[in-house]
Nanobody, 126 residues
Framework: QVQLVESGGGSVQAGGALRLSCVAT????????MAWFRQAPGKEREGVVV????????LYTDSVKGRFTISQDNAKNTVYLQMNSLKPEDSAMYYC???????????????????WGQGTQVTVSS
C-alpha cells in the first residue's frame, strides 16, 4: 500500500517561494499519475498540477502556470512542487495524491485518486 507524506509547507510573504515534497513510503511502481491538489477553507479541493510517472508529462492549472514546477525523483520515490512568485490566493492546504489508472480522464478530479497524503499548509501573506 502506497503511503504519501508531504512536507515543505510554511508561511511566506507574497512573491516568496516554497518547495513541497511528497515522499511515497513504498515504490510508486504501480502508480501512473501523481498530483498536487489544494484546498482553502470553504472551498473545494482543486487540482494544481499533475505529473505522469511514466513519461513525466506535466499538466498545470492556469492559475499556477509559469510559477509552479513539478518534478520527480524516482530513486527517492519523491515528487516535488517548486512554487515561486507566491500569491495570497495560493494559500491552502496542499495535498499529494497518486493513482494507478493510466487514463487521462479525471486527472483533475480528486475523487479519481486513490492515495492521499495528510497535507501541508501553505500560507502566503500580502
Amino acid at each position: 500500500q502506497v503511503q504519501l507524506v508531504e512536507s515543505g509547507g510554511g508561511s511566506v510573504q507574497a512573491g516568496g517561494a516554497l518547495r513541497l515534497s511528497c515522499v511515497a513510503t513504498v515504490s510508486t511502481y504501480n502508480m501512473n499519475w501523481m498530483a498536487w491538489f489544494r484546498q482553502a477553507p470553504g472551498k473545494e479541493r482543486e487540482g494544481v498540477v499533475v505529473i505522469g510517472l511514466r513519461d513525466s508529462v506535466q499538466l498545470y492549472t492556469d492559475s499556477v502556470k509559469g510559477r509552479f514546477t513539478i518534478s520527480q525523483d524516482n530513486a527517492k520515490n519523491t515528487v516535488y512542487l517548486q512554487m515561486n512568485s507566491l500569491k495570497p490566493e495560493d494559500s491552502a492546504m496542499y495535498y499529494c495524491a497518486a493513482r494507478a489508472d493510466l487514463r487521462f480522464g479525471g486527472l483533475w478530479e480528486a475523487a479519481k485518486y486513490t492515495h492521499w497524503g495528510q497535507g501541508t499548509q501553505v500560507t502566503v501573506s500580502s
